[in-house]
Structures are given as C-alpha cells and as structure tokens.
T-cell receptor, first 112, second 116 residues
Framework: SQQGEEDPQALSIQEGENATMNCSYK?????LQWYRQNSGRGLVHLIL?????REKHSGRLRVTLDTSKKSSSLLITASRAADTASYFC????????????FGTGTRLKVLA | GAGVSQSPRYKVAKRGQDVALRCDPI?????LFWYQQALGQGPEFLTY????????KSGLPSDRFFAERPEGSVSTLKIQRTQQEDSAVYLC??????????????FGPGTRLTVL
C-alpha cells in the first residue's frame, strides 16, 4: 500500500495555463522528489527538495514543501501540450533513507 | 551515457509460466531497486540491492518473486508460476550512492508483464 496521496487525481487545462498538483504524506521525510511519467514510458526525475528546504525552482517548475502540514506542491507555469503526463511525488522516510514511497499520481492533460 | 535499460519491454505469459525480467543499471551505480506499478497507480517498492547484496526484499509480494544481482551490476527479477494479479509494469532504478536517499534514482522504461 502507498502512503499519501496526490490531488487532484486528474487535471485538464488549456495550453498556457498554470497547473498545480499537491502531494500529502503521513510520516516524516528525508527528502521528496517529483517525477513525470509519459504514457508507456519510464519515470523522469524533475526536482528533489530536502526536508530543510521550503521551495525550489527549475525552469517552469516550482516545488514547495511544508513539513508542518506534511505536504508538497508542484507548479508548472505556462503549460505546454508536451507537459501532458502523470506526475508523482516520491519520498524517502526519515527513518529509512533508501526506498521511495510513491503517491498515486496526478494525470495532467494539457489541451492545445 | 546510457541510462537504465530493461528487457524485454513487453512480456505476455500464460498463467503458471515462469518469467525473468532483466535490468541493466547505469554503469558504476551501487544501488539498484525494483518497483511494481499496477495500472493507474504509483510504483511500489519491491526490493533493493547494494552491489550484489540484497538488503531489503520486504516489498516482494510472495515467495514466487525472486531477485538477484550476482555480480553487482545486472539484475534479474524472476516470477515463478505467474498469476493474473502479477500483471503490471516492473520498473528498475539505479542510484550512484549507497542508498542514502540523497541522490535521485534513475528509472528504466519498465517491462510490461501481462499474464493471461
């Protein structure tokens, strides 16, 4: 079973709009990472944020982490059709530092 | 350089058949992970190797699942007497560090297993 959830489960937006997806978890974390998965393909790493960080940016991506609320969000600005994919957060627990625990993912569809 | 590769990409097995899935990690990566991803779900951890040592197999769903990495590089996930519930995508990932969770895991494209 998986700990935590992403929401929304599915999101459909127009090209150029921003997309925000959230990830919640239950146990203390060591770090949290966001991955993208295109249909039928492997997971591509987007951003890693450590438990002592609050915000990170990478191009059009912005990730925030609120450890008091045990939640993280991924913002994609000025979305493109190529951003259509499933997005997963994966975290390593503070007590066990190697295996990733994935959420259920957000399926993003960007309409041209 | 080459990423993580997996073979076969697709496998169809009849129920009861044994299957073997291969993972070639990134050269020099110490840590290797197997995950199982059911349709519409996120990946779930199966097992973890540090070099040739299998340090954690707590995620293997039954004793029909067996993984090995005899020389600390290529790994094989074997499933004996496959069942329909084994149908999933099996993902392999490798990491440079010794599994401390500070570095990213690089994922292969996965093997989609369908058990009829």
């Amino acid at each position: 079973s998986q700990q935590g959830e992403e929401d929304p489960q599915a999101l459909s937006i127009q090209e150029g709009e921003n997309a925000t997806m959230n990830c919640s978890y239950k146990t203390s974390i060591n770090n949290l990472q966001w991955y993208r998965q295109n249909s039928g393909r492997g997971l591509v790493h987007l951003i890693l944020i450590r438990s002592n960080e609050r915000e990170k940016h990478s191009g059009r991506l912005r990730v925030t982490l609120d450890t008091s609320k045990k939640s993280s969000s991924l913002l994609i600005t000025a979305s493109r059709a190529a951003d259509t994919a499933s997005y997963f957060c994966a975290r390593t627990r503070a007590s066990g530092t190697y295996k990733y625990i994935f959420g259920t993912g957000t399926r993003l569809k960007v309409l041209a | 350089g080459a990423g993580v590769s997996q073979s076969p990409r697709y496998k169809v097995a009849k129920r009861g058949q044994d299957v073997a899935l291969r993972c070639d990690p990134i050269s020099g990566h110490v840590s290797l992970f197997w995950y199982q991803q059911a349709l519409g779900q996120g990946p779930e951890f199966l097992t973890y190797f540090q070099n040739e040592a299998q340090l954690d197999k707590s995620g293997l769903p039954s004793d029909r699942f067996f993984a090995e990495r005899p020389e600390g590089s290529v790994s094989t996930l074997k499933i004996q007497r496959t069942q329909q519930e084994d149908s999933a995508v099996y993902l392999c990932a490798s990491s440079h560090n010794r599994g401390k969770g500070r570095n990213e895991q690089f994922f292969g494209p996965g093997t989609r297993l369908t058990v009829l």
